[in-house]
């Protein structure tokens, strides 16, 4: 390792400045193209380095002058991210967490521009950072654990502490019983290096809803998102700011997930390099809300209208000129309704779309259309029944899966209200008990 040390040091303190190959856009750094991935590295390097030293092994000159030098770099880029009025980049996080790690120096804590005011400005009282993505919220989470851990003797302050325990119990709550977390707004759907990432945070609790576990309801009012969870089916609804760039053109979606699969998603995001695709998945299309005239939202924010012991009421005015949506989600014996009404100040196309990620089987009725949706094992299924107060017709295409593999073909429900001001789509959705044989296909037909 000390070798391997070594050799970082030489690389690096030979290089006359900024990577010449980052773009305009890009926050430069030495070794890499971009300041962010050089602060990671530092991290990494930074904690190696104190690990060795702290076990009695002498650093050579090189890596001590490394460890100033990536130190000084942090400095600099957290200066013009300043300069250029980011003060809650996330990048900032990981630039605060580069010197803390690389210097010991508490004041990359609690100084000016430190991790724990960067902490507090960046995150919501809710305790989501301001972007509500939940990849990069743990990624900034992350970052400010790591620094606090690495300078010794460290103790946050307790409004710190507070706002750090309730940016891990969002993400504790929005988790599914089956422990995957949800990748709203930018972020990736599935990715073995992100699992685990969040295992670093340890999100595990005891406390998951199982079988006999009342029906509970959990609102984030900052982030925007309001979660309704029973046994065997956990909702969730977005409503809150966009995000800013990480941010989907997805207000009002609903994701559904089950005790092992997902059934209804937030698709997350491929990486940067692929512009169609990330225009897709940040797109309306992509998402399980509704969509005008088949075009996208606006950048906007919804509001919550109302919520009792039973049911939440989100809206909003300002994803469509002349359009109000609202969606209300209601436990109920069976299961969970979910009402969506749409009214326009002219006739409009109006869809509500259906994003499965998996399978699902549609049956047209006389007053609406059946879902079953498949789960990962034939225990598991969700039952869907849908009717409208006018005319709509459910038309089901294949689309792109995930953003875990956007060649994954699975089917998309667009349900179509032509030439429409005022309709309500009505869906009743309910888990089916585990059946075997002829009973679980007369279930699934009823």
């Known amino acids: 390792m000390l070798d391997f040390l070594t050799c970082c040091a030489d690389r690096y303190l030979s290089l006359p400045g ?31 380095a104190w690990t060795l030293h702290d076990h009695r092994v002498t650093l050579p000159t090189a890596v001590t002058e490394l460890l100033a030098e990536l130190t000084r770099a942090a400095v600099a880029s957290r200066a013009t991210l300043l300069d250029q009025d980011r003060s809650t980049s996330n990048y900032l996080a990981w630039l605060d967490a580069a010197g803390a790690v690389c210097s010991r120096d508490e004041q990359w804590l609690s100084g000016d521009h430190g991790i724990y005011p960067h902490l507090l400005a960046a995150t919501l009282s809710d305790g989501w950072q301001w972007e509500a993505s939940t990849y990069y919220h743990s990624f900034v989470l992350r970052a400010c654990l790591i620094a606090i851990a690495n300078v010794p003797g460290a103790v946050p302050p307790p409004e710190v502490a507070e706002r750090l325990r309730a940016m891990h119990q969002v993400l504790r709550e929005l988790r599914s019983p089956g422990g995957e977390l949800p990748a709203l707004h930018d972020g990736p759907y599935r990715r073995d290096g992100y699992d685990q990432e969040l295992a670093e945070l340890d999100l595990d609790e005891t406390d998951r809803a199982t079988v006999g576990a009342p029906a509970t309801i959990t609102v984030q009012p900052d982030g925007g998102y309001a979660i309704l969870s029973r046994p065997g089916l956990h909702a969730i609804l977005a409503f809150g700011p966009h995000g800013g760039s990480h941010g989907h053109f997805d207000k009002l979606s609903l994701s559904l997930y089950g005790r092992t699969t997902s059934w209804q998603a937030d698709p997350g995001q ?39 012991d039973d049911s939440v009421t989100v809206g909003c005015d300002t994803a469509y000129p002349g359009v109000r949506i609202t969606r209300t989600l209601r436990h109920t014996v069976e299961g969970l309704d979910d009402e969506v009404t749409v009214r326009c100040d002219r006739p409009r196309r ?69 030439d429409c001001r005022e309709i309500t789509f009505t869906s009743h959705y309910r888990v089916a008990p585990p059946l075997e044989g002829d009973r679980a296909a007369n279930e699934v037909t009823r």
Do not use: K
Not at 18 to 47: C, K, P, S, Y
Not at 271 to 300: E, K, L, M
Not at 395 to 405: H, Q, S
């Open 350 to 418: 109006v869809a509500l779309q259906l994003r499965p990620v998996g399978p699902v089987d549609t049956l047209v009725t006389a007053d609406g259309f059946s879902t079953v949706w498949h789960g990962s094992s034939d225990a598991e299924v969700l039952m869907g029944s849908h009717q409208a107060t006018g005319p709509a017709q459910p038309i089901v295409r294949p689309g792109p899966g995930p953003a875990d593999d956007p060649q994954r073909e699975v089917p998309q429900i667009d349900w179509i209200a032509e």
């Open 18 to 48: 900024d990577h010449d190959g980052a773009q305009g856009w890009m926050l430069a750094g030495r070794l890499f193209h971009q300041a962010l991935t050089e602060a990671i590295w530092a991290v990494n390097i930074g904690q190696a």
């Open 270 to 308: 491929v990486p940067y390099g692929n512009r169609f695709w990330r225009r897709h998945y940040a797109s309306t299309a992509a998402h399980p809300t509704v969509i005008i005239d088949d075009t996208d939202q606006s950048a906007c924010t919804g509001s919550l209208l109302g919520r009792d």
